[in-house]
């Protein structure tokens, strides 16, 4: 348990729906990251939130939709994705620089049918 | 961009082994992460080191500045090592952390 929570853990959905993942963590911070996770490929950034305001986009395409309402709160809003979208999104939480530890979430398993 | 290149790729070895995981990085840092994926997918954290050489349990971790290198050794290595053990970086600018690729591990009884 490393105090990130992430919500679905595995989520099957068509490409016409509608979707949201949550991560959640009470660990204080400052910093809440969403990161893709494709087969064999290394961590992607996706977008980074420091005191609830967007800092990083990493030109991630507008099907994917963030929102932090408030620091310990992060979604990820999903809408008529792709099948190569289908991968492991994981949230992550830091204090607020690079240099601090990153704690992560186990991960949501998308699959995009 | 900071490149992080991790070698090897794949690594398997039997229990009791003494297991290296080495990581480059192109540009100069202040700190560098090991992090451990197990096959459900969640992340932990393993180290956080700026300078010498860290110790928690069975690992250790080494880094040397100067030559923009880091070690991840797993002493008497057990199955329950086995996972996907990644190297990553501070950017140049921005928060988010620049990854290497991985180093897929199994120990095998």
């Known amino acids: 348990e490393t105090g990130v929570t992430q919500t679905p853990r595995h989520l099957v959905m068509g490409m016409t729906n509608k979707k949201s993942l949550k991560c959640e963590q009470h660990l204080g911070h400052n910093a809440m990251y969403w990161y893709k996770q494709s087969a064999k490929k290394p961590l992607e950034l996706m977008f980074v939130y420091n005191f609830k305001e967007q800092t990083e986009n990493n030109s991630v395409p507008s099907r994917f939709s963030p929102e932090c309402p408030n620091s310990s709160h992060l979604f990820l809003h999903l809408h008529t994705l792709q099948p190569e979208d289908s991968a492991l999104y994981l949230c992550?939480?830091?204090?607020?620089?690079?240099?601090?530890?990153?704690?992560f979430g186990q991960g949501t398993r998308l699959t995009v049918v | 961009k900071n490149e992080v290149e991790q070698s090897p790729q794949n690594l398997t070895a039997q229990e009791g082994e003494f297991i290296t995981i080495n990581c480059s990085y192109s540009v100069g840092i202040s700190a560098l992460h090991w992090l451990q994926q197990h096959p459900g997918g969640g992340i932990v954290s393993l180290f956080m080191l700026s300078s010498g050489k860290k110790k928690h349990g069975r690992l250790i971790a080494t880094i040397n500045i100067q030559e923009k290198h880091s070690s991840l050794h797993i002493t008497a290595s057990h199955p329950r090592d086995s996972a996907v053990y990644i190297c990553?970086?501070?950017?140049?600018?921005?928060?988010?952390?620049?990854f290497g690729k991985g180093t897929s591990l199994l120990v095998t009884p």
């Open positions: 990553a970086v501070p950017p140049n600018s921005g928060y988010a952390l620049n």
């Open positions: 992550a939480s830091s204090g607020g620089l690079a240099n601090t530890e990153a704690f």
